[in-house]
């Protein structure tokens, strides 16, 4: 189960760390929501949305990762949190998020991540 977690871990960064780059450049080198418009105001919102997202689950999916490499205890309530919200950024995030719920609710987490179980 831990290589699981710290795969998950590794994920997490990646995910975060490139989601959150690819909001700051649509954010910074293609001028935002006024590139997506000419493809209609219902995209450029869903694209801007979507940028949106990404952009603030940068930095608490960074910290995440960090967190479940180190096995620290508050990244599982944290990363249940994450992960359902990591549910709307289609389709890594989507991939993402099954995953670590799948990882962070089963009861072998439990000894990984509860402090009376470590010795």
């Known amino acids: 189960m831990d290589s699981h977690v710290k795969t998950l871990g590794l994920a997490?960064?990646?995910?975060?760390g490139f989601g959150g780059?690819?909001?700051i450049i649509y954010f910074g080198?293609?001028?935002?929501?006024?590139?997506s418009a000419a493809?209609?105001?219902?995209?450029?919102y869903l694209v801007t949305g979507w940028m949106l997202l990404m952009l603030i689950l940068?930095?608490?999916?960074?910290a995440l990762g960090v967190g479940l490499l180190n096995f620290r205890p508050?990244?599982?309530s944290i990363g249940t949190i994450?992960?359902?919200?990591?549910?709307?950024?289609?389709p890594i995030g989507t991939a993402l998020g099954?995953?670590?719920?799948?990882?962070?609710?089963?009861?072998?987490?439990?000894?990984?991540?509860?402090?009376?179980?470590?010795?």
Do not use: H
């Open 12 to 16: 997490c960064i990646l995910v975060g």
């Open 21 to 23: 780059l690819a909001a």
């Open 29 to 35: 080198l293609f001028a935002g929501p006024a590139s």
């Open 39 to 44: 493809y209609g105001p219902v995209i450029g």
């Open 58 to 62: 940068m930095i608490p999916c960074i």
């Open 74 to 76: 508050w990244t599982r």
């Open 82 to 90: 994450i992960a359902i919200l990591e549910l709307l950024n289609f």
């Open 98 to 119: 099954i995953y670590a719920l799948w990882i962070l609710m089963s009861p072998e987490a439990d000894q990984l991540f509860t402090p009376r179980f470590k010795l």
